[in-house]
């Protein structure tokens, strides 16, 4: 059975970091892509960043880049999203994404709440 289980989110304050982990099972996670995405309140779901199978290209959304960093570790079945300096509007469910062009899994989320 397929599973992404995003864990790491919470409640931070402006300025503050946050490190998402998002734990994959259930099919061989090195040779899928994976990706961030996230949703904000009354907002369509965004992406936030992705990584290729062999970590060799990384994309991250305009308004996230410098301060938002996506790594992988296939030996762990982990992928994990740095979030440093996050601001109020980075509040939103962060969804985690497995896709190999055929496939394509997502996880339930998790809230990130940036608020002093």
């Known amino acids: 059975q397929v599973q992404l289980v995003e864990s790491g989110g919470g409640l931070v304050q402006p300025g503050g970091s946050l490190r998402l982990s998002c734990a994959a099972s259930?099919?061989?996670?090195?040779?899928?892509?994976m990706s961030w995405y996230r949703q904000a309140p009354g907002k369509e779901r965004e992406l936030v960043a992705s990584i290729t199978a062999t970590g060799g290209t990384i994309t991250n959304a305009d308004s996230m880049k410098g301060r938002f960093t996506i790594s992988r570790d296939n030996a762990k079945n982990t992928v994990y999203l740095q979030m440093n300096s996050l601001k109020p509007e980075d509040t939103a469910v962060y969804y985690c994404n497995a896709n190999n062009f055929v496939m394509d899994y997502w996880g339930k989320g998790t809230l990130v709440t940036v608020s002093s």
């Open positions: 259930g099919f061989t996670f090195r040779l899928f892509a």
